[in-house]
């Protein structure tokens, strides 16, 4: 099975917005609260692109085998509250509004593949604008009526949308759950190997 190698312009995506997220924190010191030890992200349910499936889903393949299974056990949990929790249709506002445990989430509140991390996560801190409507993290300092940088969401979409497009044909318009990227379960899973 061919080993998934993330693309270049993945990559300098992912540097571009650790970048500007360190920008904002450093403008905004009191505004972006994001610390070690802080997990409200680690609560907000997601979907991933196709990339994102793909990495997040090599990266859950690297774990030590104790990690892997303690990620399964949290991802039953996970998914019968995706099911009661999650009203459909899933829009990216819907799933910003719903409380979840990532199932990466250890019991030390940590991320378990944080280098790995999907970029909905590499945001959480800064405003966002989703759909037209403006959010915040609930523990952010940002103030209502104020102006401060904000991330366009669909145009990061619009960027990872693009780079799925370049490694599958339709790729594009893949959306995986979280449970379908741990459970290599998806349109392109294939593309996986279990190393990474």
């Keep these: 099975m061919a080993r998934f190698k993330p693309p270049r312009e993945f990559k300098e995506l992912l540097q571009e917005v650790d970048r500007n997220f360190r920008e904002v924190q450093k ?5 972006v609260r994001c610390r070690k030890g802080c997990t409200d992200c680690c609560w907000a ?3 991933l692109s196709l990339v994102e499936a793909l990495y997040l889903g090599g990266a ?3 774990l030590p ?3 892997r299974r303690e990620v399964e056990r949290r991802l039953q949990k996970y998914e019968k509250d995706w099911e009661t929790k999650v009203p459909k249709p899933v829009t990216p506002f819907v799933l910003s509004t719903i409380k979840l445990r990532c199932p990466f989430l250890n019991d030390k509140g940590l991320c378990l593949v944080y280098e790995f991390r999907p970029i909905t996560c590499r945001i959480y801190g800064l405003p966002l604008e989703i759909e037209g409507e403006a959010y915040v993290c609930p523990k952010s300092g940002f ?4 102006t401060y940088p904000t991330v366009l969401f669909s145009e990061v979409v619009k960027r990872l949308s693009e780079i799925s497009e370049k490694i599958l044909s339709g790729g594009g318009n893949i959306r995986v759950s979280l449970v379908g990227a741990i ?3 998806f349109p392109g899973a294939y593309l996986l190997s279990d190393t990474f």
Excluded: A, N
């Excluded at 403008?27 to 505004?31: H, L």
């Excluded at 103030?143 to 104020?146: A, R």
């Design 143 to 146: 103030e209502p009526g104020k």
């Design 183 to 185: 459970r290599g379960q």
């Design 27 to 31: 403008k905004y010191p009191r505004e």
């Design 60 to 62: 859950f393949r690297t």
């Design 65 to 67: 085998r104790r990690e």
């Design 45 to 47: 349910p997601f979907d």
